[in-house]
């Protein structure tokens, strides 16, 4: 078990272990969840995606276009690596 000491202002600081079990980096965000007892749950914040982050992901990375047509025809085929 890690123990924490808490400064005047109410801060702690994660030990640099804690923070990679953790899988979190400098900048990043955590999540805590209060449990019952005093308890409480500590794990990286993951953002979720959303389609507005997914638009234009892929803009700039190629020259080709697909049509409607070519689109369409992808996604019933399953998209298997087929060019």
């Known amino acids: 078990m890690t ?3 808490v400064t005047s202002r109410g801060q702690v600081t994660f030990r640099k ?3 990679q079990h953790l899988g979190i980096k400098p900048g990043e965000k955590i999540e805590l ?3 019952p007892d005093g308890r409480c749950g500590l794990k990286a914040a993951r953002p979720q995606g959303t389609i507005a982050g997914f638009v234009g992901l892929l803009a700039g990375r190629t020259n080709k276009v697909a049509t409607i047509e070519e ?5 019933a085929e399953g998209w298997v690596g087929k060019e």
Do not use: H, K, R, Y
């Not at 689109?71 to 996604?75: D, H, N, V, Y």
């Open 3 to 5: 123990t924490l000491t």
């Open 33 to 35: 969840d209060l449990l």
């Open 71 to 75: 689109i369409t025809a992808a996604a």
């Open 17 to 19: 272990e804690v923070l």
